[in-house]
């Protein structure tokens, strides 16, 4: 089971932090993904880390203002956005590869989904 928390309204340049905490399974043994989905938009890629936390990918929108972490030891995962824009308005979801493999950005390559957060940025 995957959690997400921590989405909320936030001014533009604004920042938050998103946590996904994980149950049933064996957190740091799989990859994480952060993915965000905007009204009337298809499910975009964030970003994703690897089990072990030492290989990361961002979609480009997002590099040098957000940061995905994990903590396997608390079964969490995080994302830091920083210097929000509006753009970044979605509903953000966390999920897990249960798969053995590199990192994946393609909602397909993704097992299992948690609830969803909403994040909204005003201008």
């Known amino acids: 089971q995957l959690q997400a928390s921590g989405g909320g309204l936030v001014q533009a340049g604004g920042s938050l932090r998103l946590s996904c905490a994980a149950s049933g399974r064996t957190f740091s043994s799989y990859n994480m993904g952060w993915f965000r989905q905007a009204p009337g938009k298809e499910r975009e890629f964030v970003a994703t880390i690897r089990w072990s936390g030492d290989s990361t990918r961002y979609v480009d929108s997002v590099k040098g203002r957000f940061t995905i972490s994990r903590d396997n030891a608390k079964n969490t995962m995080y994302l830091q956005m920083n210097s929000l824009k509006p753009e970044d308005t979605a509903v953000y979801y966390c999920?897990?590869?249960?798969?053995?493999?590199?990192?994946?950005?393609?909602?397909?390559?993704?097992?299992?989904w948690g609830q969803g957060t909403q994040v909204t940025v005003s201008s």
């Open positions: 999920a897990a590869d249960y798969s053995v493999g590199p990192i994946a950005t393609m909602p397909g390559n993704y097992d299992y």
